[in-house]
């Protein structure tokens, strides 16, 4: 009878452990689902590559930018989707083992045009923490830069402009003190000419009339001024 017992209580040990096994093996299942739906349909370019940059995942936003289907880009080196130019770049930056934090090149996709793209880039530890790959983020930066092509071209216009306008400014003011300038000489002339004869250079009679007319309200001021005309 005891040992009946003892088998039966085993027996229900066994079924809980089995149930609770079941229910932990289908959490993880769905929680691997819902990672590889995040990973399959995130909006920008994921890509997994072992330690020398051979893809071993990428999701349906990098197939798209590399005009490469997902099950082509696995077993592909990373480094045939990078432009010429930037490769030698890319070998060096792989090697540095350093995470790589919006890194611009250009990818190059199969059949397509090179386009600049930012990178982002981390590294995959093993439990022993040793490298084991790398986990990539690619981004399409294209109207970005056509935006900030755009941007600078308005400011080169905008700062010629200002450039003119201030060059226009300054001849502008160099004009208005010159005839400034003028006005006063002419009006000096005028003067000059309303009290002095023409030809001799002389105080003329109108001259002589301020003149006296000045040192006669001058002598109202003063009784101890004196004056004579002769």
Same mark, same amino acid.
């Given at each position: 009878?005891?040992?009946?017992?003892?088998?039966?209580?085993?027996?229900?040990?066994?079924? %809980? %452990?089995? $149930?609770?096994?079941?229910?932990?093996?289908?959490?993880?299942?769905?929680?691997?689902?819902?990672?590889?739906?995040?990973?399959?349909?995130?909006? /920008? &370019?994921?890509?997994?590559?072992?330690?020398?940059? !051979? !893809?071993?995942?990428?999701?349906?936003?990098?197939?798209?930018?590399?005009?490469?289907?997902?099950?082509?880009?696995?077993?592909?080196?990373? *480094?045939?989707? *990078?432009?010429?130019?930037?490769?030698?770049?890319?070998?060096?930056? +792989?090697?540095?083992?350093?995470?790589?934090? /919006?890194?611009? +090149?250009?990818?190059?996709?199969? &059949? &397509?045009?090179?386009?600049?793209?930012? !990178?982002?880039?981390? +590294?995959?530890?093993?439990?022993?923490?040793?490298?084991?790959?790398?986990?990539?983020?690619?981004?399409?930066?294209?109207?970005?830069?056509?935006?900030?092509?755009?941007?600078?071209?308005?400011? /080169?216009?905008?700062?010629?402009?200002?450039?003119?306008?201030?060059?226009?400014?300054?001849?502008?003011?160099? $004009?208005?003190?010159?005839?400034?300038?003028?006005?006063?000489?002419?009006?000096?002339?005028?003067?000059?000419?309303?009290?002095?004869?023409?030809?001799?250079?002389?105080?003329?009679?109108?001259?002589?009339?301020?003149?006296?007319?000045?040192?006669?309200?001058?002598?109202?001021?003063?009784?101890?001024?004196?004056?004579?005309?002769?």
């Amino acid at each position: 009878q005891k040992t009946l017992e003892e088998l039966q209580v085993v027996s229900e040990e066994l079924r %809980q %452990q089995n $149930e609770q096994l079941t229910t932990a093996r289908d959490t993880s299942e769905l929680q691997q689902q819902r990672y590889q739906d995040l990973f399959d349909f995130a909006p /920008d &370019g994921y890509l997994v590559t072992n330690s020398v940059g !051979i !893809i071993q995942e990428a999701n349906n936003a990098a197939a798209t930018l590399l005009c490469v289907s997902q099950k082509t880009l696995v077993g592909k080196p990373l *480094i045939v989707f *990078i432009a010429q130019q930037d490769r030698q770049i890319f070998r060096a930056k +792989i090697s540095n083992l350093q995470p790589l934090e /919006d890194w611009e +090149i250009y990818l190059y996709p199969r &059949g &397509g045009t090179p386009f600049p793209a930012s !990178i982002r880039a981390s +590294i995959v530890y093993n439990s022993s923490h040793q490298q084991v790959g790398w986990r990539w983020l690619l981004c399409n930066i294209s109207e970005r830069k056509q935006a900030q092509e755009l941007l600078h071209r308005a400011k /080169d216009e905008l700062e010629k402009r200002v450039r003119q306008r201030t060059e226009e400014l300054v001849k502008a003011n160099d $004009e208005l003190q010159t005839e400034i300038t003028e006005r006063k000489r002419a009006e000096l002339q005028l003067l000059h000419l309303a009290f002095h004869d023409a030809l001799t250079g002389l105080p003329n009679r109108s001259a002589f009339i301020k003149r006296l007319e000045h040192a006669i309200n001058y002598s109202k001021r003063h009784e101890d001024y004196l004056f004579a005309v002769l």
